[in-house]
């Protein structure tokens, strides 16, 4: 449900649209609380609405995804801003919160638009896709993607030409060049903290070759990949469209590294590289994976069993740390690295590498309270004011913290931590009556 207003009241602020926020949204407004839920993207669905599968049990991470987003969607109790962005939070004289959001404009009429795609057929620009991470193009008249929540078209206005063919093709003449970012003051009782994690940047690495060698990409392009709503038909490395015969993970990179600033491991790195050499595996039966890693952390439930599952199918592991990366003249990458079990340095030829990118606090949450004070960890992450007790607890009284805000994790715990925000923001509105 989308609601233009300019003043509201709700019982609770959700900030952030991904599966954590989603689930604790969808918590609090199914036992009769009124919820804003603020996403500063485009589509509600955070990461996970862009996987392939979620591991031990290669489910379809869309199919888990869309019925909930869905149900948030439609949800009468839960208002919606896409596109949005929470600029202060500042506690008021009756112990609420009072909260200013901006909204972006689409350049789009929500209402009017039917997700027809006629836009984004009659526009001649075309930019990086960020949604197929920049694997391939899309138009400056977009719809993210095909199963975003809303299915709204967009205009990229920074690279949008001003051409006009996107009006005249629009059927509802919804195309608004006049729309201007709009702001909303809303009063809420409690605010659950849900805003996600960041990718690490490979670039922060040049011995890996990010950036300069193109058969080099990240484990979120790989992802898009073998996702069902891929940029290609098959597994391909982006230098010359080849299908790759051999390929290499680099786990750790930029986790467990105190000279990049993270010196703590990310917990899903091991298992979504386990998960994508599986994909691979059976999406080119023939292919050559292996995984060079410092040590499996795999210490979920059935994440063992998964890790074996995937030396059954051949997936090789080597225990080694990647010095260097470097290209060859056919495209293909040289690692040299040290085989940590045998004590010496090896080097080994690829079609293509993927490094295994770690996850880094989101630093959004550092600029939410101008007047309180939002404990940070060490790590930058959400500070957890009781982690056994009470671990959605914030060190500001009715601010709760949900999913990878407050540390690495998995989806299953992000839901799980999702849980425990919305029923001690329902605690703590309870207790406000």
Do not use: W
């Amino acid at each position: 449900m989308q609601e233009l207003i300019k003043e509201a009241f709700c019982d609770a602020l959700v900030i952030g649209g991904g599966i954590a926020g989603c689930e604790a949204a969808l918590n609090l407004a199914n036992n009769g609380f009124k919820v804003l839920l603020a996403e500063k993207d485009l589509s509600i669905g955070g990461k996970m609405i862009l996987l392939s599968k979620v591991f031990p049990t290669l489910d379809c991470s869309a199919c888990i995804t869309t019925p909930k987003i869905s149900e948030v969607s439609r949800h009468p109790g839960i208002t919606t801003f896409t596109g949005s962005e929470v600029k202060s939070i500042l506690r008021s004289a009756e112990d609420n919160f009072e909260v200013r959001l901006v909204k972006n404009p689409r350049y789009v009429i929500d209402e009017d638009c039917t997700g027809c795609l006629l836009c984004e057929e009659a526009c001649p620009v075309i930019v990086h896709d960020q949604y197929q991470m920049d694997l391939v193009g899309r138009k400056a008249a977009y719809i993210p993607f095909s199963i975003a929540s809303p299915r709204i078209a967009a205009i990229d206005i920074d690279n949008c030409t001003l051409c006009g063919a996107c009006e005249k093709a629009c059927p509802t003449n919804c195309i608004d060049f006049t729309q201007n970012t709009e702001e909303y003051h809303a009063t809420v009782k409690t605010v659950v903290i849900a805003t996600g994690f960041n990718l690490f940047d490979p670039l922060k690495i040049p011995r890996y070759g990010y950036g300069l060698y193109k058969n080099v990409i990240t484990s979120m392009q790989m992802e898009r990949q073998l996702a069902p709503t891929r940029p290609f038909n098959t597994i391909l490395r982006p230098g010359d469209g080849k299908v790759p015969d051999k390929i290499a993970y680099v786990l750790c990179t930029g986790s467990r590294d105190v000279t990049l600033g993270n010196p703590i491991c990310s917990q899903i790195c091991c298992m979504y590289s386990i998960k994508q050499a599986q994909l691979l595996m059976g999406a080119l039966p023939m292919a050559d994976v292996t995984i060079y890693y410092i040590n499996i952390r795999s210490f979920g439930k059935g994440f063992e069993e998964f890790y074996e599952q995937a030396k059954g199918m051949g997936v090789n592991f080597i225990k080694g740390k990647i010095g260097r990366i470097s290209e060859k003249e056919n495209g293909n990458m040289m690692l040299r690295y040290e085989d940590i079990n045998e004590g010496i340095v090896k080097e080994s030829e690829h079609d293509m590498v993927v490094l295994s990118v770690g996850v880094l606090a989101n630093q959004d949450v550092t600029a939410f309270f101008p007047n309180d004070e939002l404990k940070l960890d060490p790590f930058r992450f959400v500070y957890q004011a009781d982690s056994f007790a009470s671990p959605a607890r914030t060190s500001i009284p009715g601010v709760f913290v949900a999913g990878t805000a407050s540390g690495p994790m998995d989806i299953p715990d992000s839901i799980l931590s999702a849980g425990a925000a919305s029923s001690e923001a329902m605690s703590y509105l309870i207790q406000k009556k």
